[in-house]
């Protein structure tokens, strides 16, 4: 059974699915009244299907009148294979346009979307910068220190050259090939590439940040580990005390906490070896691998006091009041009250990841494979 399209946009400078292309002319379609034969999911009174593409959509982040989405996505054949886009879209739907194409760098191979700081001209610009893998194992190579970059933009005037932007480099957790047990701490998330379409193994772009805090001054990032605060007008890069583990920082609109995911991990010991034609068995390389356990949503104040675990979960999004989190978990998406501890579901969306809380209140922006593929959705929140 073909998709049912009722209203269609105008075609986005993206390559499409081939079941959309046949079904809807190459359409880039943002619908509340799509069927989703191929999932079997029903959709909501107020949910908005916003992208159909054959690639993966990442991180959704709202512009600061609620009006666009930036977010991050995958670009196919035969426009550039295994390359990563900003994107912009509108929240209502529409043509999906690139974003700051200037500003990327030659080493990005990771774009993050730009977060706009909650008010003026600012926004940060975060890419991560990837080393050529270092280990000849195939087609699954353990992967070398990877950084992550932060630049501030003004969007009020002409691009700057990007050597000129004032911006910091974090270096991620990582390894070399040649550790063995007991080396280096192992990274939380290793972004490992397929040989076919480089398409992340974890499609976690958002574990890094970067967040603003209210009065844009300052930006919170996560080097998959620790969490890192960067005062942008001294330079200055103050690590949160007390916190590791975490992940998917995002300030308070109140200015007082930052939410953030801590992974408790656990490790797994492996051995590469090999069987010669001679029929001997010989090993040539130890590694430990980390496994991520049980994630947990918690908050802390900037200075580290306060630090408390809000509930099960990962990938928060605070709401306009700074008194809930909005939460991912396998079940769907929740709302938890900070006070009460209180929880409210959001219907129908199992699977939903890297929600957004629009600046009203009113909507949440996530990614999902309702439709097969990763795409971007939209959904209205209770009062």
Known sequence: MP????RCQAAAPRVLSLALALGAAACHVADDTISLPTSGFPLQAGMRHLTFSSGVDLTPLWSQDGTMLSYVAQSLPPAALGQWLRWNIPAEGGIATEEQRAYRPPAATEPLPIVRAPSGPLAALAFLRTAANNCGCGNDPW???KAINVAVID??????PFDALPKIEIALPGYQVADTFGA??????RLNFTPAFARRRDDLSAVFGPTWSPDGTRLAVSDGDQLWIWTVASGALDSVPGVRDAAFPRWSPDGTMLAFTRYPQDSVEARICFVPADGSFACFADHRTTVRTSPEVWVVAPDG???TMVGPGEESAWLPSSSALLVSRGTGLVVIDLATGAEQAIANTTGAREPSVAPDGRRAAFVARFSGNQDLWTVELSP
């Open 3 to 6: 998709f049912v399209v009722r």
């Open 184 to 189: 280096a701490r192992i990274p939380l998330f």
């Open 305 to 307: 006091t306060g630090l």
């Open 143 to 145: 992967p070398t220190v």
């Open 155 to 160: 969007l009020a005037v002409a691009p700057q």
